[in-house]
């Protein structure tokens, strides 16, 4: 008999997490799990729900109206979830593993799992509604059969807030290397259309418009490293409040570097995108397991990033690692690693050699599965 697993999710826009939920829940082994995906709201113009759906996989909008939609909005997934009856209820960051508790009472038989994507908690970040959910998220995190942490740095951070040990299980994201590898054709197509040429140097910040990205870092580490180095251009890829977006455009043109940087929206080819870039940086002063440097890594790119989350461990080289918010210490970073732009050509295998090696899907899917279908063992047996 098939485990019925059901995941909870805000909604399926293209994210890092949403990217790597789609992944994971595509490469599910169908014989083993029947497998349906809750969404919160509809999504947008750019999305993932259409892969799922592409693939045969079940997803369930719930239509939320908004913020205090509560009451008829919690009754509706009562409603689905009655209908599924799933062995396994799976939430996905923040509000949907807190509504897994509170569906608990509803669902006695039905193991709660939760799905943590992050490494802290910037109190300075969220408004007063957010701290108080991240609060309950500690108080009630003991009542979750299962929580699945992305990253290391995530588990020795929430420990630290009162999850439980012994209920907390590290598996990290798994790159498609299938998808992100090396591709000379769309380096060019893409570099073209930017109108960059090929001896120009291009370092590019890959992550949606989001204070916790730290664009302001990156491009001041990029406006020092421009008054040493004229071969340079930059890039930020992502999407985002446009009032943040024009403040970085403001920011870009008080550095003088508004004519060096490309603004590019978020978009489905992010191979593409990854392969046109000489240098992949994050910049970031929180992360959990940072997608963006594997999947660049699976394309044959070398990185530069923060030494936050699990960043430092993907990377596997201390060289490139630095400390947050420190743009001096950023472009010097960026600047070796120019200068031995000539060397890396050698290396680029091995670069991605250490994601097939240690980040694959696979190991992603087949830890996924056995954390899971213990769990279904165990609730059949108590």
Request: net charge neutral; charged share 25%; with cysteine.
């Amino acid at each position: 008999m098939k485990n019925k697993i059901v995941f909870l999710i805000r909604d399926l826009n293209y994210g890092g997490a949403e990217r790597q939920l789609v992944t994971l829940v595509k490469a599910l082994d169908k014989q083993c799990f029947d497998v349906t995906v809750l969404c919160f709201y509809p999504s947008g113009s750019l999305s993932l729900d259409k892969d799922l759906k592409d693939s045969g996989i079940p997803v369930i909008c719930l239509e939320k109206q908004g913020r205090w939609h509560l009451f008829s909005f919690f009754w509706r997934i009562v409603q689905h979830l009655q209908y599924i009856d799933p062995d396994v209820l799976h939430g996905y960051i923040g509000i949907p593993n807190l509504l897994t508790i509170f569906l608990k009472p509803f669902f006695p038989s039905t193991r709660m799992v939760w799905g943590i994507r992050s490494s802290n908690v910037d109190p300075d970040f969220y408004n007063w509604l957010g701290c108080l959910l991240f609060q309950l998220e500690c108080l009630l995190s003991r009542f979750a059969d299962l929580i699945i942490v992305n990253s290391y740095a995530g588990r020795a951070y929430y420990l630290t807030h009162g999850f439980p040990a012994n209920k907390m299980t590290v598996i990290p994201n798994g790159i498609d290397i299938e998808l992100f590898k090396p591709d000379q054709g769309a380096r060019i197509k893409i570099r073209r259309s930017w109108g960059i040429s090929e001896d120009t140097i291009l370092l590019g910040l890959v992550g949606r418009l989001d204070i916790r990205k730290d664009h302001p870092t990156f491009l001041r580490a990029a406006a020092l490293l421009y008054k040493e180095r004229q071969d340079v251009r930059f890039v930020c890829v992502g999407s985002g409040s446009e009032n943040y977006a024009r403040e970085l455009y403001k920011l870009a043109d008080e550095l003088g570097i508004s004519d060096q940087v490309i603004w590019v929206k978020a978009c489905t080819d992010m191979s593409a995108i990854y392969n046109a870039l000489d240098i992949v940086v994050s910049s970031s002063y929180t992360e959990g397991f940072p997608n963006v440097i594997g999947e660049a890594m699976a394309c044959g790119v070398p990185c530069v990033v923060t030494d936050v989350g699990d960043s430092a461990w993907i990377v596997g080289d201390t060289d490139v690692v630095v400390p947050p918010k420190n743009p001096e210490a950023l472009k010097t970073a960026m600047k070796r690693l120019i200068e031995d732009i000539g060397k890396i050509e050698c290396d680029r295998t091995q670069i991605r050699q250490r994601i097939i090696d240690q980040f694959s899907v696979v190991k992603l899917v087949l830890k996924t599965e056995a954390a899971l279908l213990c769990l279904s063992h165990e609730s059949i047996y108590k």
